[in-house]
């Protein structure tokens, strides 16, 4: 089957010479009569039945407006006609790269979203018929291309959207199969077969680093922390900079003792997307031989409500130090977060990026249509915010206000680990920031993002594997801005 996206408001499909015959007339009807105007994903099937095209059927794809196309839209696209293939348990899916945007990169994003489709959810579900069949071939045609250059950027969105794919089921996995236990033995696992060195420590060795924001949050539960560490680390890269990618690995939050309401609280297994995250981008990078040092450090843990569960009122000790005092046990994220922030500058990090479902107040602000971005300084932002242009993952800027600090303050200790509803976003942010010790950083809040909540044409309900992009896009990005030298 031969996919052709078609823009509302393209003319005569020169991009294509002889499909109309080659279809009998089937698509300039289809289009003249307005059975197939080009609206985004929607789709229509024509048999080929002449030459000189070698497929047996093509199906067109609206791709909406040429000028509201990005390269997420591309993407989804792609998948949209991944999925409609799997659904039809098409043998050999081909895929037409059209012409007007950058021909690379569009047949990187063509790549990426058709692996995509190749999304397996990881269903329990005894018999499950509906999911199709993903074709055992895929080709990516771009019309002009340098065929070396072409093979490359397939190959890149390939590795990216499979990677996604990775962070996406890790996500998807209920939390009695996904412990933290488990977890790090799977991210391990993932990031070994690849070539990249991994370090688990365990309950002993976080409590040796004297970790108590992570340790308080694990300790209601029956299942013992982990902290996982990826290197990457290429011979031959540059000493610095060294990206430090940070991923919230809750791997299910009840809220503890400030337990959540019952509504909706089985979506909180996704509560370490940011972790999934992290360790898929690794992957990637890894993959793509990307030519600089990344270091990746997750902390998993279970938020789980037990008779030896912190307790609002606590007084927990940091790595770094510093003393937190507990308002609420369902800010569990940036406790953990800030123990592995402190860590990841210990390993030399100097530009750091955190990934977390942090707070519903995001949810709030952005809804499902962004994630939230928090950084400092301001060429860090930019370059963090374009990474994210680039790669397709939308990120809208935060404040980090010297107001938001002050909400922060306790009678008992250096902070208080929650301030209630107003500026919720600001102020976990801003929690964070006190781990950094004024290095580039950045922080994406992804509670909005992470989880799909109706099914779309390109993608299922769930796990969306939000951020692995933009993180991919980061390692792989020849200019960073250096660190300061101090701040
Ligand atoms: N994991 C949640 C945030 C979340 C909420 C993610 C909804 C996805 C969807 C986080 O640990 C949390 O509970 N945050 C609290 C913070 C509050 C207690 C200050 C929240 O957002 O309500
Ligand atoms: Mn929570
Ligand atoms: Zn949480």
Redesign the pocket.
Known sequence: MLFVPVFEDDGQLQALPGLDEATNGDIGRARAGGEFRGKLYEFFIARVVAGPYRAARVALVGAGRRADSDPERLRRLAAACGYTARLRSVRTAALVVRDGFDLLTTAQFCADGMSSAEFDSGSYKTSDKDAGRFPDRVVIVAPGADARALADAVFRGRTVGDCANRARALANEPGNVLTPRVFADRVAQMSQAVGLSVEVLNEDRIRELGMGLLLAVAQGSAEPPRLVVIRHDPPGAPRTPVLGFIGKG?TF?T?GV?IKPADGME??KD?MAGGAAVAAAMRALAILKAPRRVIAVIPMAENAVGGRSMRPGDVLTAASGATVEVI?T????RLLLGDALWYAQQLGATHLVDVA?????C?VALGRAASGLFAAPDNWADTVREAGQRAGDRLWPLPLYDEYREMLRSEIADVIN?SGRWG?ASTAAVFLREFVNGRPWAHLDI?GTAWLEDRKAYQPKGATGVAVRTLTELGLMADLPLPPDRR
């Open positions: 809750v939050d809220g400030s979506r909180m509560d609420n369902d800010a569990e994220g479902t942090l707070t519903g107040a949810m929650s919720g509670a």
